[in-house]
Structures are given as structure tokens and as C-alpha cells.
């Protein structure tokens, strides 16, 4: 028996998953999910354009990823072409658009992981690469190593073929702005801001295969090389097709010290594991002790809601040692997920079961 339900655990975490509400047993289906940073984003602190403005940004990204996926394409492929779209709105604080370092520049970070081997890349402190996403690819394809930083990583660069600019390509005056009150008034980051400033993606596709990145400029005013969750596997970006993709954003520190996206996708494995374990105990055995009937993978799954109660759990963790943030998931279950402990987060979502969401205020809105 134990050899018959490791068999169909198997099978459904490499494969995509099955018997859910609207599926058939073993119908394919997509699953994807973006955010552009979480925080202290309150109805009444925006004007109708700027709504506007942000939920349309937020949908192409969306469509981005989604067309991707409806079509037949990867999860990798997904994700990047929507934090690309992402890294290039300055509304976002990836890419163009990115905050200031104290020293008036703009360093990125990225990371990006592959479900189906946990290859990863990552880099940090970059200044002249257009999409530090892509050079996350680049980093993951070559393979010689996950984490690069700073002249390092520009030298890495320098061997590819992604677009480069210069540093001043990236300012906006607005996170100009940003940084000069921050030093007059001596505030924080998040004085000034109001939110983390991270975008990040998750998928599922239809090979069952996910994936997960994360981009920013980190913190405004960030000094002595700062790095945050984002970059970081397992703290903001963590992908694995026997459990979850992660994408976070959030105070980094703390989501450093809990491992956010590794602990979620952890937690959600073993709670798989626990409802495999439940499902043999409650088959009835014969007299010769041989159970009378298999449980198969397509009558096993994790809700929404379950899933969305690990993530909060952990998130509650991060609270308890002063932090607060978000997370999106997808699994091989089929729903995309958001979990934050902050007003507001700016996402959105959408799966092959028809759901489709662009979302900024709290749960409820």
C-alpha cells in the first residue's frame, strides 16, 4: 500500500493535478499569479488614475504570463515575461523605476527558480542590466553557480547577449524625490514609500512544471550593499513541482530570518504527505490484512483555502518578529494563492478554471 501511495504521490506532483471542482481526472491546467509590491496601499491615499493605472499595468502582465501558459508554453517563459514588462514600468520598483541607493545610483536584484530540478539564479547589485530578471536566466542556465553580485555579476553580463544601459536609464524623479526627503527628514524606506516595492511571479503550467521569480531595487536609501529577500532562494523566491512557487515581497530582513517561500512550500509538502498518510489508515483491510480497495492521486488534493492557511501561518511568523509582507503560490493543485498581513498588495491571478482577479486593496475589496 505504502508502495502504491508513493507511487500516485509521485505521479501527481510531477504531473498536473487532478479531480478538482470543474476538472476532469487528469484534465491539464495552467495556474499563474503576479504582484508589484505589498504595503500601506489605502483607497483613499490614490486617485482614480492612479488606480487606473496601476490595475492596467497589473493586467498586462497578467496577460502576459496567461497567454503563455493557455497556449501551451512554460512556466518559466511565463514568468519572465511578466516581471519584464514589470522591470520596465516605472510605476514598479523593478528595473526603470527602481528606488535609490544612499548614495544616489539604483541597484537590482532578481532571482528565478525551476520547479522541476530547483535549478535557480539569482543576482544582486546590478546597474546597467535592462532586465536583471533575464540575467537571472542567464545565471541558472550556465549553471556554474546560483548567486552572483555586484561587479561580478555585470562582468557575467558582459558574456551575454541582454540589453544593457546606463545606470541614469533607470531614474524617475519621483523616487528622486523619494531619497531626498528621506535624507532631509531622516525617515525610513518605508516612511517614504509606503510599500515594499517588489514584483514578482508564479506559475503552473501545463506539464505540471512551475516556476518562480522575484525583481526590485531593494529599499530607498539602502547603504553598505543591502541585499533583501527577493534575491535570496528561499527567503523571496522559491519554486519546487513537489510542493509550490513562491514569489514575496516584504520587509526582507525578517523574511530572510522565517525562509518565507522555502517554509511555505515545506509546510505544504508535508501537509500532502499527512492527507496521503490519513487516506491508507482509513482503508478498510481485508482478514488477511490487504487493504479492499487504492486510493488513487485524482481523489486527493489541497483546497485554496488549505493552501492559503500555510501561507498565513508563516506570514504570521514574520509578523511575530516584527515584520509584515506578501506572498503569491501556485501548486500542482491548480489555484493561484495571495497571503499578506499588510492593507493592501498589488496582484492579480488567473488559472484554466476561469478565474481571473487584478486586485490592490484588502481581501475584501
Sequence with gaps: MRAILTLALATILTAPAAAQEGYDPGEPRWSFAIHGGAGTIERASMTAEQEADYRAALDAALEA????????????????????????D??????????????????????????????????????????????AREVMRDGRHVFLSGAGAETFADGTR???????????????????????????????????????AVALDLEGNMAA????????????????????????????????????TGAGEFFIRVGVAQEICTRLRFAWEDLLEEAE?????????????????????????EIRAIADDVLAEVEDLGGDGGVIVVSPFGPAVFSFNTPGMYRARSTSAGMREVAIYGVDE
Aim: aromatic content about 8%.
Design 65 to 88: 504570463g496567461e497567454d503563455i501558459l493557455r497556449g501551451g508554453g512554460s512556466a518559466m517563459d511565463a514568468v519572465t515575461a511578466a516581471i519584464t514588462l514589470m522591470e520596465d
Design 90 to 135: 516605472p510605476k514598479f520598483n523593478a528595473g526603470r523605476g527602481a528606488v535609490f541607493t544612499w548614495d544616489g545610483t539604483i541597484e537590482h536584484d532578481a532571482a528565478l527558480m525551476d520547479g522541476r530540478d530547483r535549478s535557480a539564479g539569482a543576482v544582486t547589485g546590478t546597474s546597467t542590466v535592462r532586465h536583471p530578471i533575464l540575467l
Design 162 to 200: 541582454l540589453e544593457r544601459v546606463p545606470n541614469a536609464w533607470f531614474r524617475t524623479e519621483s523616487r528622486l524625490r523619494s531619497l531626498e526627503r528621506l535624507k532631509a527628514e531622516q525617515l525610513s524606506a518605508i516612511d517614504v514609500d509606503y510599500k515594499y516595492g517588489t514584483v514578482g
Design 213 to 248: 521569480g522575484t525583481s526590485t531595487g531593494g529599499l530607498t536609501g539602502k547603504r553598505w550593499g543591502r541585499i533583501g529577500d527577493a534575491p535570496v532562494i528561499g527567503a523571496g523566491t522559491y519554486a519546487d513541482n513537489r510542493s509550490c512557487a513562491v514569489s514575496a
Design 281 to 305: 489508515a482509513s482503508v478498510p483491510r481485508d482478514q488477511l490484512g490487504f487493504p479492499e480497495y487504492v486510493v488513487h492521486a485524482s481523489e486527493l488534493w489541497l483546497e485554496a483555502g
